[in-house]
């Protein structure tokens, strides 16, 4: 079924995919929006997929039933992810995303020249802010796949368009596994996930990085210049609390159900706690200048 009615259903997936991505610290490589399926390209320093396909999927469902006044799921099952291999495949990845908007049956009789057009006034995708001057979602990180052409655009838009009559697509590499990689790759993901492997893997380490609970918890208290015990006693709601679990959340690699049990309250109060600081971020500035202190601090690490 179509998940997109009206522009306005669009704009609002945007807006929360860019609110998803800074809540659980996901960086947005590329996407497309089609008519009854998206698909993202996202890097997750924090391993943390699943908690923020969650919390996207959840929040865009929502949106979209109060809308259109509908009730229950609106996708089909489960999202499906592969795991890319970023030396050898993200290059096709990112190009089998941006070209989706030209695969489909109906522009499937119209000439290369057709496509290319068609492909660059397609609204509904990050394949503009990769051609173009300019940046319409600020929230886009296309360094890491502009990087191969030198940062050079008009070389990355010859890549892409040169083939538009292409069926071929990457996503085939990983089925069965889920890995869209060489066999080495394959073999040596399985060996870091199982800690027989002696190789140094800097990358593997800084996805798996944590900044520790204890420093979080120094961190905001010290901001607020009290005592961590201080904001930590169950039943005591404050900033400072609401600010805590939230760094919890984004640096501390725990999810609501852990930081529910470590400040005494359930689950849904911990998302409940996370909305309400960042909607009073939105009216106090001081209140965010003193959250981008704290967070620069975690960063360094």
Known sequence: MEIFLIDADRKRFLEILQRSSELHQVNILAFVLMENHFHLVVKTPLANLQEFMRHFNISYTAYFNKRHGR?????????????????????????????????????????????????????WSSYGDY??????????????????????????????????????????????????????????????????????????????????????????????????????KKGKSTIARDLAIDMLYRYGGMNQREIGEMMGIDYSSVSVAMKRLHQKAKEDSALRRRMEGIRRQFIKE
Request: hydrophobic share 35%; charged share 30%; net charge positive.
């Open 131 to 232: 051609i173009f001057r300019g940046s319409r979602f600020p929230f886009l990180c296309t360094d890491a796949i502009l990087s191969w052409f030198d940062g050079n655009k008009k070389r990355y838009a010859h890549f892409i368009e040169s083939a538009v009559d292409d069926k071929t697509s990457p996503l085939e590499v990983g089925k069965g596994h889920g890995i869209i990689g060489e066999d080495s790759f394959i073999e040596n993901l399985k060996m870091e996930m199982t800690g027989e492997s002696k190789r140094e893997q800097p990358a593997f380490k800084k996805m798996i990085k944590r900044v520790e609970t204890q420093k979080i918890c120094k961190a905001v208290a010290d901001a607020y210049n009290f005592l961590p015990e201080e904001f930590l």
């Open 71 to 123: 009730v229950g799921h609106l996708y089909q099952g489960r999202y499906k992810s592969f795991l890319v291999d970023e030396d050898n495949y993200l290059l096709e990845v990112s190009r089998y995303v941006h070209l989706n908007p030209v695969r489909i049956d109906k522009y499937s009789d119209l000439s290369a020249a057709e496509k290319k057009k068609h492909l660059r006034s397609y609204v």
